[in-house]
């Protein structure tokens, strides 16, 4: 064989280690946290190491005690996660909302210091969250939005905003001119061409902006403890997620439970928008 023939085999075949190792590197710790979640304690604690259980041993009843209310003498996830889907799913909503056309404004419109807003978005994130905590908390205590989902949406939302706008605006900068010419010749306004054209050409920068955003606003943790402390009926998941690892009482088997549920919507969203992540709309969408 050549030297050409070797080295392609050779790689051929690394490439598939390495494939599996990082799979492994990345299912692994998630698998583990499955496996104890439907352990017994007991079992655990006999043989924590063990990669496996026996269908003898599978049980459920730690996701039936996280699910359960409080006052059932469960942990209320159940409540836990309409909260945080409601603050996500309205976080990733307005945030969109405001960030398609200022995004749009950023990429198409010549104004003073347009080449500069990008800098001036990213800089938000110089601040770091404790040093905003504190007038926010007294700012919102004053406008009696303390232990209340809506403040914690606003908050969320002026957090994920300029970093919207900044990754909206490098994907309609690469959408061609000629689309949007051809539409204004054609009579449409500059609102019926951003919502007609560039939106759905847009499809997979929204998703995945909307994907992170909702990451964000489903994992927070700070400004969840520091509004909604003094709200239990108000948690998020993240803060029941801390109490039970907080818990002296809690099993560690439950505590898996709550992050198994902390973790499977957001996989589940993933896996449902991968076609419009991967997929190029726009390809072929300039004729000329």
């Known amino acids: 064989m050549s030297r050409a023939q070797v080295e392609e085999r050779t790689f051929a075949v690394l490439r598939w280690v390495v494939i599996a190792l990082l799979a492994v590197i990345t299912l692994f710790p998630f698998y583990y946290m499955?496996?104890?979640?439907?352990?017994?304690?007991?079992?655990?604690?006999?043989?924590?190491?063990?990669?496996?259980?026996?269908?003898?041993?599978?049980?459920?009843?730690?996701?039936?005690?996280v699910l359960?209310?409080?006052?059932?003498?469960?942990?209320?996830?159940?409540?836990?996660?309409?909260?945080?889907?409601?603050?996500?799913?309205?976080?990733?909503?307005?945030?969109?909302?405001?960030?398609?056309?200022?995004?749009?404004?950023?990429?198409?419109?010549?104004?003073?210091?347009?080449?500069?807003?990008?800098?001036?978005?990213?800089?938000?994130?110089?601040?770091?969250?404790?040093?905003?905590?504190?007038?926010?908390?007294?700012?919102?205590?004053?406008?009696?939005?303390?232990?209340?989902?809506?403040?914690?949406?606003?908050?969320?939302?002026?957090?994920t905003v300029p970093v919207s706008i900044y990754m909206l605006k490098n994907y309609f900068v690469t959408i061609p001119k000629s689309v949007e010419e051809a539409a204004a010749l054609d009579g449409c306004s500059r609102t019926q061409i951003l919502r007609k054209i560039v939106l759905p050409l847009a499809a997979p920068s929204l998703m995945a902006t909307g994907l992170y955003v909702f990451m964000i606003a489903w994992n927070e943790f700070l400004f969840a403890l520091l509004f909604l402390a003094a709200a239990p009926d108000q948690w998020t998941v993240s803060l029941g997620l801390q109490q039970l690892a907080n818990g002296i009482e809690v099993p560690k088997t439950v505590l898996m439970a709550g992050s198994v549920v902390l973790t499977i919507p957001v996989v589940v969203l993933f896996y449902a928008a991968e076609r419009l992540l991967t997929e190029g709309l726009t390809s072929g969408a300039d004729k000329s």
Request: hydrophobic share 55%; glycine share 8%; proline share 4%.
């Open 34 to 65: 499955l496996l104890l979640s439907v352990k017994p304690i007991d079992q655990l604690l006999l043989d924590p190491g063990r990669l496996w259980v026996t269908l003898s041993e599978l049980t459920f009843d730690t996701y039936r005690n």
């Open 68 to 159: 359960q209310s409080v006052d059932d003498g469960g942990q209320g996830f159940l409540r836990m996660l309409g909260n945080s889907a409601l603050v996500a799913l309205a976080t990733v909503a307005l945030t969109l909302l405001a960030s398609v056309p200022g995004a749009y404004a950023v990429s198409r419109l010549r104004f003073l210091g347009g080449r500069q807003v990008s800098a001036v978005f990213l800089a938000v994130y110089l601040f770091p969250s404790t040093l905003l905590a504190v007038p926010l908390f007294v700012m919102f205590a004053k406008m009696g939005l303390q232990g209340s989902l809506t403040g914690l949406i606003i908050v969320y939302i002026a957090q």
